[in-house]
Nanobody, 115 residues
Framework: QVQLVESGGGLVQPGGSLRLSCAASATIFSNYVMGWYRQAPGNERELVAVIRNSGSTNYADSVKGRFSISRDSAKKTVYLQMNSLKPEDTAVYYC?????????WGQGTQVTVSS
């Protein structure tokens, strides 16, 4: 059974919004640094945002000011709120959990921004 379950992807018009969710096990959520990556066909997978247990965050320059990552301890879920979406945001988005040298990946959820 997968340990990271993603949802929330879909088709949205430019300027629209989507919220991605990544549900994790209690162990993963409590001890791992959580983040979101994305990958368009033929491109390298790139970091979008990360959030640590302390609440500190980092964002790619391309999404800064438009995207927001957050954690919900009650639901054991990490969210990525995506606003003012652009066609270049189109990609498969992957939830990521990292602990020292070990990483887990979600199965990916497709986000398509098109008119």
């Amino acid at each position: 059974q997968v340990q990271l379950v993603e949802s929330g992807g879909g088709l949205v018009q430019p300027g629209g919004s989507l919220r991605l969710s990544c549900a994790a096990s209690a162990t993963i959520f409590s001890n791992y640094v959580m983040g979101w990556y994305r990958q368009a066909p033929g491109n390298e997978r790139e970091l979008v945002a990360v959030i640590r247990n302390s609440g500190s965050t980092n964002y790619a320059d391309s999404v800064k000011g438009r995207f927001s990552i957050s954690r919900d301890s009650a639901k054991k879920t990490v969210y990525l709120q995506m606003n003012s979406l652009k066609p270049e945001d189109t990609a498969v988005y992957y939830c990521n959990a990292r602990y020292i040298d070990y990483q887990l990946w979600g199965q990916g959820t497709q986000v398509t921004v098109s008119s």
